[in-house]
């Protein structure tokens, strides 16, 4: 269950309505008004979206949630998109770093290279430098988080698959 992706996804379709499947999947999970006792996975949905997630009581900062997808294709076929991420709070953290260090970073290239070019001392290709470790920090950073969440991950992907009667690849 371990991938360089940052966020996990993968299709899978059905010849089922994608309501049915809806309902098959909260079904299997206890969706209902109270998660069973028990239950090591939770639900929430939304008309053409599933999220399944770890209960409040066991999660921890890297937790991961699937979001699943569902719609009909042009063939009259339903498909599901699953993502696998962490928490939104944890998301918006990292999106937001990358937004920010990638713009410095592409910034600060820019300078390095026009002072390069100017013949003056470069100190933006130092912070380039610097900036491009930090993103590869950030990266490998999220890379460790996923790791600290497999065994979470790896629950809620057989729930799916439990859930649909389906194996399925992530890409």
Do not use: C
């Not at 937004?99 to 380039?128: D, E, H, K, R």
């Amino acid at each position: 269950m371990s991938s360089f992706r940052i966020r996990p996804r993968f299709s899978q379709s059905f010849d089922e309505e994608p309501e049915k499947l809806q309902a098959r999947i909260i079904e299997h999970v206890g969706g209902g008004e109270e998660r069973p006792a028990g239950s090591r996975v939770e639900v929430k949905n939304f008309p053409g979206y599933v999220t399944l997630r770890i209960p409040e009581e066991d999660q921890h900062f890297w937790s991961p949630l699937l979001n699943l997808s569902l719609e009909t294709d042009d063939d009259g076929h339903s498909v599901i998109h699953g993502i696998y991420g962490p928490n939104a709070n944890v998301w918006t953290i990292f999106l937001y770093g990358y937004l920010l260090i990638g713009s410095l970073t592409l910034f600060s290239g820019l300078l390095g290279i026009s002072q390069w070019v100017v013949g003056v001392y470069s100190w933006g290709l130092i912070v380039f430098g610097v900036l491009v470790v930090l993103l590869i920090g950030l990266y490998l950073l999220a890379q460790f988080g996923q790791k600290l969440a497999a065994r979470q991950t790896y629950l809620l992907h057989l729930t799916y698959e439990a859930a649909v009667g389906r194996t399925v690849e992530i890409h």
